[in-house]
Protein backbone atom coordinates (compact mmCIF):
# COMPACT_ATOMS: atom_id res chain seq x y z
CA UNK A 1 0.00 0.00 0.00
CA UNK A 2 0.98 3.50 -1.06
CA UNK A 3 1.33 5.85 1.46
CA UNK A 4 0.96 9.86 1.64
CA UNK A 5 4.36 11.95 0.98
CA UNK A 6 2.43 14.79 2.94
CA UNK A 7 1.24 13.39 5.59
CA UNK A 8 1.54 10.40 8.06
CA UNK A 9 0.20 8.96 11.53
CA UNK A 10 2.30 11.32 13.25
CA UNK A 11 2.03 14.67 11.61
CA UNK A 12 -1.80 14.40 10.79
CA UNK A 13 -2.81 16.52 13.74
CA UNK A 14 -0.09 19.17 12.41
CA UNK A 15 -1.42 19.03 8.50
CA UNK A 16 -4.77 19.36 9.82
CA UNK A 17 -4.57 22.44 11.73
CA UNK A 18 -1.97 24.23 9.68
CA UNK A 19 -1.85 23.05 5.93
CA UNK A 20 0.91 25.11 5.46
CA UNK A 21 3.22 23.12 6.98
CA UNK A 22 3.41 20.89 4.46
CA UNK A 23 5.20 23.37 2.30
CA UNK A 24 7.29 24.66 5.05
CA UNK A 25 8.87 20.91 5.72
CA UNK A 26 9.23 19.82 2.47
CA UNK A 27 13.26 20.41 2.63
CA UNK A 28 13.79 18.81 5.86
CA UNK A 29 15.11 15.34 5.66
CA UNK A 30 13.24 12.29 7.03
CA UNK A 31 14.08 10.98 9.80
CA UNK A 32 15.30 7.39 10.04
CA UNK A 33 13.34 4.56 10.89
CA UNK A 34 13.31 3.50 14.71
CA UNK A 35 13.03 -0.34 15.49
CA UNK A 36 10.20 0.61 16.60
CA UNK A 37 8.53 1.65 13.29
CA UNK A 38 9.72 -1.69 11.75
CA UNK A 39 8.62 -3.53 14.25
CA UNK A 40 4.67 -2.28 14.07
CA UNK A 41 5.53 -2.21 9.99
CA UNK A 42 6.07 -6.56 10.53
CA UNK A 43 3.32 -7.14 13.24
CA UNK A 44 1.26 -4.99 11.11
CA UNK A 45 1.82 -7.36 7.85
CA UNK A 46 1.31 -10.60 10.19
CA UNK A 47 -2.18 -9.23 11.34
CA UNK A 48 -3.10 -8.13 7.81
CA UNK A 49 -2.64 -11.94 6.39
CA UNK A 50 -4.26 -12.69 9.61
CA UNK A 51 -7.52 -10.90 8.33
CA UNK A 52 -7.36 -13.25 4.70
CA UNK A 53 -6.89 -16.24 6.78
CA UNK A 54 -9.30 -19.20 7.78
CA UNK A 55 -7.87 -20.12 10.52
CA UNK A 56 -6.35 -16.14 11.61
CA UNK A 57 -4.10 -17.70 15.00
CA UNK A 58 -2.76 -20.63 13.31
CA UNK A 59 -1.97 -18.59 9.82
CA UNK A 60 -0.07 -16.21 12.27
CA UNK A 61 1.15 -19.31 14.47
CA UNK A 62 3.25 -20.16 10.72
CA UNK A 63 5.19 -16.36 11.22
CA UNK A 64 7.29 -17.33 14.79
CA UNK A 65 10.43 -17.68 14.29
CA UNK A 66 10.28 -16.16 10.71
CA UNK A 67 11.68 -12.38 10.00
CA UNK A 68 9.50 -10.08 8.17
CA UNK A 69 11.26 -7.38 7.15
CA UNK A 70 14.24 -7.52 9.00
CA UNK A 71 12.03 -8.55 12.21
CA UNK A 72 12.15 -11.75 13.83
CA UNK A 73 8.55 -12.63 14.88
CA UNK A 74 8.62 -14.19 18.32
CA UNK A 75 6.47 -16.15 20.63
CA UNK A 76 6.51 -13.64 22.80
CA UNK A 77 5.51 -10.73 20.09
CA UNK A 78 3.21 -13.39 19.22
CA UNK A 79 1.44 -13.77 22.88
CA UNK A 80 2.20 -9.95 23.66
CA UNK A 81 1.35 -8.41 20.66
CA UNK A 82 0.10 -9.86 18.07
CA UNK A 83 -2.88 -12.26 19.88
CA UNK A 84 -4.36 -8.92 21.85
CA UNK A 85 -4.44 -6.73 18.81
CA UNK A 86 -6.59 -9.77 17.03
CA UNK A 87 -8.90 -9.95 20.44
CA UNK A 88 -9.55 -6.48 19.97
CA UNK A 89 -10.15 -6.44 16.62
CA UNK A 90 -12.66 -9.50 17.03
CA UNK A 91 -14.29 -7.87 20.23
CA UNK A 92 -14.82 -5.07 18.20
CA UNK A 93 -16.24 -6.89 14.92
CA UNK A 94 -18.59 -8.40 17.46
CA UNK A 95 -19.84 -5.44 19.62
CA UNK A 96 -20.83 -3.69 16.46
CA UNK A 97 -21.60 -6.95 14.60
CA UNK A 98 -19.42 -6.15 11.34
CA UNK A 99 -21.06 -8.29 8.40
CA UNK A 100 -17.95 -6.74 5.84
CA UNK A 101 -14.44 -5.21 6.17
CA UNK A 102 -11.67 -3.60 4.14
CA UNK A 103 -8.20 -3.64 5.33
CA UNK A 104 -6.13 -1.02 4.55
CA UNK A 105 -8.39 1.68 3.44
CA UNK A 106 -7.22 4.74 2.01
CA UNK A 107 -8.46 8.53 3.85
CA UNK A 108 -8.00 11.35 1.95
CA UNK A 109 -7.85 15.13 3.96
CA UNK A 110 -9.79 17.12 1.32
CA UNK A 111 -8.35 20.66 3.00
CA UNK A 112 -4.53 19.53 1.97
CA UNK A 113 -3.74 18.55 -2.20
CA UNK A 114 -2.08 15.18 -1.93
CA UNK A 115 -2.58 14.14 1.32
CA UNK A 116 -4.02 10.78 2.55
CA UNK A 117 -3.58 7.85 5.33
CA UNK A 118 -4.38 4.49 5.16
CA UNK A 119 -6.83 3.06 8.36
CA UNK A 120 -6.08 -0.08 9.42
CA UNK A 121 -9.69 -1.79 8.71
CA UNK A 122 -12.89 -0.35 7.74
CA UNK A 123 -15.70 -2.08 8.92
CA UNK A 124 -19.26 -2.09 8.06
CA UNK A 125 -21.03 -2.93 11.49
CA UNK A 126 -25.29 -3.47 11.59
CA UNK A 127 -25.51 0.34 12.56
CA UNK A 128 -22.11 1.84 12.51
CA UNK A 129 -19.05 2.35 10.21
CA UNK A 130 -16.09 1.17 11.98
CA UNK A 131 -12.72 2.60 11.25
CA UNK A 132 -9.84 1.03 13.62
Not at 8 to 26: F, N, T
Not at 118 to 125: E, L, Q, R
Request: charged letters at 25%; hydrophobic letters at 40%.
Amino acid sequence: MAHSTVVGGSSAHRVIECPASVGLSKNIPPAPSSPYAKEGTALHYVMEQMLFADDPLERAKKFIDTEVDGVMITEDLFIDKIRPAWDATQDAFTRFDVSEYEPEGEVHFKSVEGAFGTCDIFAKGRDDLVVI
